[in-house]
């Protein structure tokens, strides 16, 4: 791989720094060096003029669910055939990568080794995509998000791998690992798309979530959680879990523990997913059967939520359930303006949960670097035409995306 030159750019490292005029110089996988615009020598590069676009780190996806393409029922989620399943599967990452996600957090697929056939092939260099955590089969309990049986019509071949007990969870957890996935997906609270479990439900219990934490963190795999409830968010807290998503539901207790755990856990609130309920998904769905489904007390009670996991410091991550047709993979970005719009966050910080703390995220419990420009760091980055901490939704549309470059080899070059 030869070095790579990118001359002239605005800079935007993601540290808080001020955005500056400058050169960056990329050799092998790596940034080499960053010095003020004209300092660096051309020589032996391949010369990328970026013309004072905007230049910033690679976005993470932190809540990604690569084998889910514009789906309207889980029913979807299970009925393609595997060999179908895999090539969507691999057609969404590449999607991902097209719109400046150079690192995707895999939350769960509809298949057990779905995200990791895509993630090995892109790893090979047979596939072109971002870096993948390989999220796993969903792991739920009887009754609880995801059991979709009836005593009349069993279901085991669903979203879910359903099991009761500490045993059946270190089983299915193991099984996981052997497959492969970096990530163990646990269903600890309900939802509102199951009735019978409603979101502030919590099925899911403190010893079967701890044996998945202890089983995947023996096997060096992280545990995701989806929880909406407060007695799920202090199961999952208490228990050591690394990455919990939406959250809605909180009290003073649950906030001081989130605090406490502020250094290690990272949390994806998945805010578009209510906002394009409510506001966008016509045909498919609409506001009414929304509102009466409680989406909308449920995106209240996130902006209340993650206004206050903002002001405590908790490390925020994009990702909102995408993959539904009214919030189709590749419209991710959307979720920067969306912190902006619910969460309080400036369109800078915004940015920040989309690119250092995605890159934190990532590679946690690693030596890696990811997440920022600067020296020594994976060189994943995106040039843009258009400035995102004046207007986040420049980052939306692929044609403002000029460059995007991952692991220092360039995937697109527009300029």
């Known amino acids: 791989m030869s070095k790579t030159l ?10 808080g720094a001020k955005a500056f005029a400058g050169d960056m110089l990329i050799d092998g996988d790596r940034i080499q060096k960053i010095a003020k615009e004209g300092s660096l020598p051309t020589d032996g590069c391949d010369l990328i003029d970026a013309k004072g676009m905007f230049l910033m780190p690679g976005m993470t996806e932190g809540h990604g ?15 393609p055939p595997p060999e179908e399943h895999t090539l969507l599967t691999a057609r969404v990452a590449k999607r991902l990568l097209d719109q400046g996600f150079t690192s995707v957090w895999g939350a769960s697929e ?46 085991p071949g669903g979203p879910s791998h359903i099991i009761d007990g500490p045993e059946e969870m270190r089983k299915a957890v193991r099984l996981a690992c052997r497959a492969g996935c970096d990530n163990i997906k646990l269903d600890v609270s309900g939802d509102p798309f199951y009735p019978n479990t409603p979101a502030h439900s919590t099925p899911m219990t403190y010893d079967e979530v701890k044996m998945a ?38 009290d003073e207790e649950t906030l001081d523990l989130f605090e406490e755990h502020k250094e290690r856990v990272y949390v994806a609130p998945t805010v578009s997913l209510f906002h394009t309920l409510l506001y966008e998904a016509e045909p498919y769905m609409s506001a009414n059967i929304a509102k009466a489904m ?38 991710n970005a959307r979720d920067v303006g969306f912190f902006v719009q619910y969460f ?57 995306l000029k460059l995007i470059i991952k692991g220092g080899a360039v995937h697109k070059n527009a300029i």
């Open 213 to 250: 934490v202890d089983t995947a963190h023996a096997y060096g795999r992280k545990v995701n959680a989806h929880v909406r409830s407060i007695g799920g968010a202090q199961i999952c807290l208490k228990a050591g879990v690394d990455v919990l998503f939406h959250c809605e539901f909180s």
């Open 6 to 15: 990118i001359r002239g750019a605005k800079i935007w490292d993601a540290t």
């Open 344 to 400: 309080g966050y400036t369109a800078e910080e915004a940015l920040i949960c989309a690119t250092a703390n995605g890159g934190a995220m990532m590679t946690m419990g690693s030596e890696e670097k990811l997440g920022l420009l600067k020296e020594g760091y994976l060189a994943d980055m995106v040039l843009v035409n258009g400035d995102p901490l004046s207007d986040p939704a420049v980052l939306v549309p692929a044609d403002n």
């Open 65 to 79: 669910h690569l084998s889910f393409d514009n789906v309207t029922a889980t029913e979807s989620l299970i009925t």
């Open 110 to 155: 509809a298949k057990l080794r779905l995200g990791v056939a895509v993630r090995n092939e892109i790893d090979a260099g047979n596939l072109k995509g971002p870096r993948i955590r390989a999220g796993s089969l969903e792991i739920s309990v009887t009754g609880g998000m995801g059991d979709e049986s009836k005593a009349h019509d069993p279901r």
């Open 294 to 331: 409680g989406i909308d007390r449920l995106l209240e009670a996130s902006a209340i939520t993650h206004n206050a996991l903002r002001q405590r410091g908790i490390k925020h991550v994009i990702g909102g359930d995408y993959g539904f047709a009214w919030s189709p993979n590749g419209t």
